[in-house]
């Protein structure tokens, strides 16, 4: 049998994609734009909007498409109206203006987290108010709050009590709240755990605690993962951790995704095959996995945004990528419809990206690579899709570039379904027989230990990931750029190959020609809005002072000097911006002690803790600091972390620094009528050079060079113009780490120099 020329024109054809496919689209990017944006305006702002798109539908009434795509925005318009006037005609809002005492009945809505306080930890969590009263009158349903928990409040309860269903009586101080979504916040001053949860939310607690407890046995890092895993309880994942999924692309797992709902939906559709399931019983299982999934995982924005984006997955295997764009668009609205607030939510932007990428440019890379098995093909292409299509959001998110992602998520990929799959199963296990939940969870365990592996290995790769230098915007510019030379690259396999090998060695070993200095004495790492300083003890020691607020800038500050080796951890004071990132001090390194001022700090597992003040000295190798302030040991109630800082001396070669943590004018006037010694060649600036400084201590160091540490473009206006004005004056020359990275201070034959990694 012969074919005609017409068929075989048919069979290499593509295939022809229906048109209306792609006609939400539009709707759902100006529905997401909008939303994004009124929900952080007035309710008028968005009724207005919902105006113009009813005005546009009238008028444009003889072209349907541009008709559909106005009522849909409008739909999501109107609905983020009506949810912002809500709010704003919430009574207890009113109260909170006031700042009056409320009695409320809150039903707790997410799971209690706590944060470090300066009486000790407190606890935070989301609530809906049931009904509320003050001496202003009483409201019944009043909207959605904020519940911190400090002191005595925090010390009577027990976060994991808190659980979400829960329904508790508080006595709290109202304040205004700087979310739209919310109608206070309240600062809880008497709280008592009413009795009775709903079933529904006792079963979904039981179940948390049964996979908690299937894998109680394990190490530590595998037994925080596979909670996460499972159902996003990502409590117990140590900072550290956090930071290397964050640079090697990880983070989605720390997290409830669409992932996690396709493995479960999977899952349950195999074993109903199986056993032998009807198909037409199928949908009612799928319907009731989505509903238990949602009530393990708590039916937050982020969960509903998951399950939505899981079966948009879903649906794109069935039915292909075109049928895919279509229920992702359906998503969207309806998700803004239901939650405007989302089209804000950092989460619900990489989500959809990712979503999108897979289900748009996952098949054509797979088309393109057909000179390997079609499974590795797809193995390949689908982290490669989804990392592609979210580049432009993380850079704009974090400002940098994970050149590891599609590697490691392509070899921590298998292993996420089965421990997922065990870990819930362990789980349920759990609840019945313990043993044979603790099997299963050895089993999750195992492939958990994988992960954690390769998110370790990846995330501690100097060149894990790097800055993005420009505007964010320009990664807008570089994706259809980036896609199209993907789509040349991946049919050819040698090129792509070597590009590989390429990017390996890159991340391996990346250059940095010059750096450290040689001699360097005094290192002020880029830490972003924080600071971090390292001085060299000698003999392969360091001391380090300050963390800034993320474990990954000053971990990869210290592994480009070679420090393995810290004599002390010196924390001025406890502000998050000085503190926060300590674990990627002690990450892979020797820390021999922690030095506080009276403000104190973070505890670091197992290494002691001294308290300093004026007088006393550090003394690591050849370094000798000296505490000049503050006088006292012990904080005063009320007394301003900042002007409790540690102030230190350091000298090297008869070269003096002084370095002032975030002391604020008070205090450094303070310090002058105490007599202490401020001449410095070597000024660190307080408060990353904010406005507020005294011009006669600054004078009085007398210093040649002063060193800034700010985050690039940061919300504050640090280092502010009038305090680099003031250095100008007074014949020092500055050096800032949101302009010049990471700045080495250079001894040599008693001669002073400073020089940039960038």
């Known amino acids: 049998m012969t074919s005609s020329p017409s068929d075989e024109t048919a069979r290499r054809a593509p295939p022809l994609r229906p048109r209306h496919d792609a006609r939400l689209v539009p709707a759902a990017a100006l529905a997401w734009a909008l939303a994004a944006w009124t929900a952080g305006e007035a309710s008028t702002v968005a009724l207005g909007a919902t105006g113009v798109c009813v ?54 809505t997410t799971d209690a987290r706590t944060y470090r306080a300066p009486g000790g930890d407190g606890i935070v969590l989301s609530a809906s108010v049931r009904e509320a009263s003050s001496r202003l009158g009483r409201v019944v349903d009043g909207g959605a709050v904020t ?10 309860v027990e976060a994991g009590e808190l659980t979400v269903g829960r329904s508790v009586l508080v006595s709290a101080r109202a304040s205004r709240s700087d979310d739209t979504d ?40 595998p037994r925080a993962l596979v909670p996460a895993l499972v159902d996003g309880d990502d409590a117990a994942i140590p ?30 559709l195999a074993v109903a095959r199986v056993v032998g399931v009807r198909r037409r019983w199928w949908s009612l299982l799928a319907v009731l996995a989505v509903v238990g999934f949602v009530l393990v995982a708590r039916p937050e924005p982020s969960v509903l945004r998951a399950a939505a984006m899981g079966i ?46 897979i289900v748009v440019l996952a098949p054509l890379f797979v088309e393109r690579m057909r000179w390997c098995p079609r499974w590795v093909a797809v193995a390949l292409a689908v982290p490669l ?18 050149l590891v992602a599609v590697l490691a998520n392509l070899v921590a990929g298998p292993a996420v379904a089965p421990t997922t799959v065990a870990g819930l ?106 600071d971090g300083l390292v001085v060299d003890a000698g003999d392969g020691r360091v001391v380090v002072i300050d963390t800034g607020m993320e474990p990954g800038p000053v971990d990869r500050c210290l592994r480009a000097l070679g420090a393995q080796h810290v004599g002390a951890l010196v924390m001025t004071h406890a502000d998050a911006d000085r503190v926060a990132g300590w674990a990627g001090v002690v990450r892979g390194r020797q820390v021999d002690a922690v030095v506080t001022g009276p403000s104190g700090g973070p505890e670091v597992p197992d290494v002691p803790v001294v308290t300093a003040a004026a007088g006393d000295v550090i003394e690591v190798g050849e370094v000798r600091l000296e505490v000049v302030w503050p006088l ?102 500055w050096w800032r780490t949101d302009l010049q990275g990471d700045l080495g201070v250079v001894v040599r034959d008693g001669r002073l120099r400073v020089l940039t990694r960038d």
């Not at 809880?188 to 948390?208: A, C, N, Q, Y």
């Not at 900072?239 to 899952?267: C, K, M, Q, Y």
Request: glycine share 12%; proline share 6%; net charge negative.
């Open 425 to 530: 199963l362990g789980g349920l296990a759990w609840l019945v027989w313990e043993p044979l939940g603790s099997m299963s969870g050895t089993v999750a365990a195992f492939g958990a230990r994988w992960i954690v592996a390769v998110g370790r290995t990846a995330g501690g790769l100097e060149g894990a990931a790097v800055d993005w230098e420009g505007p964010w915007w320009l990664s807008l510019v570089a994706l259809p750029v980036s896609v199209v030379v993907l789509w040349w690259m991946l049919r050819r396999p040698a090129v792509a190959v070597g590009v590989v090998l390429a990017l390996v060695v890159l991340v391996w070993r990346p250059p940095s020609p010059g750096w450290p200095p040689d001699d360097w004495v005094l290192v002020a790492c880029d830490v972003g809005q924080g």
């Open 632 to 733: 006292q040991r012990d904080a005063e109630p009320g007394e301003d972390r900042n002007d409790l800082s540690l102030v230190l001396r350091l000298e090297v070669d008869g070269i003096e620094f002084l370095l002032t943590g975030d002391v604020e004018p008070e205090a450094q006037r303070a310090i002058l009528r105490a007599g202490v010694d401020v001449r410095a060649d070597v000024l660190k600036v307080p408060h990353h050079g904010s406005a507020h400084q005294d011009p006669d201590f600054i004078a009085a160091t007398g210093a040649d060079v002063a060193l800034l540490s700010a985050g690039r473009d940061n919300p504050y206006g640090h280092p502010a113009p009038s305090t680099l004005d003031l250095l100008a004056r007074l014949g020092a020359s």
């Open 385 to 402: 899709a989804a990392q592609v299509a979210c580049t432009p959001a993380l850079v704009a998110l974090s400002g940098e570039v994970s």
């Open 239 to 268: 900072d550290d951790l956090d930071e290397d999924f964050r640079r090697s692309g990880l983070t989605h797992l720390l997290a409830v995704s669409g992932t996690n709902l396709t493995i479960v939906l999977a899952s349950v």
């Open 147 to 156: 519940l911190f928990l400090s002191g005595q409040a925090a010390a009577g």
């Open 182 to 221: 919310e109608v206070a916040v309240l600062r809880v001053v008497d709280l008592e755990l009413l009795p009775g949860v709903p079933w529904w939310w006792g079963m979904s607690e039981h179940v948390r605690a049964g996979v908690r407890g299937a894998v109680s046995h394990a190490p530590l890092e």
């Open 55 to 108: 005005l546009t539908a009238m008028i444009v009434a003889r072209h349907p498409v541009v008709v559909v795509t106005t009522c849909l925005v409008g739909v999501v318009l109107a609905s983020t109206a009506w949810q912002l006037a809500a709010v704003e005609g919430s009574p207890l809002r009113e109260w909170a203006g006031q700042g009056v005492t409320v009695e409320a009945v809150v039903a707790v």
């Open 312 to 357: 948009v997955g879903v649906v794109a295997l069935g039915i292909g990528a075109a049928g895919g764009v279509r229920a992702l668009s359906v998503a969207v609205i309806g998700l803004l419809a239901i939650d405007p607030w989302l089209g804000r939510s950092p989460g619900f932007v990489l989500s959809v990206c990712a979503t999108a990428g």
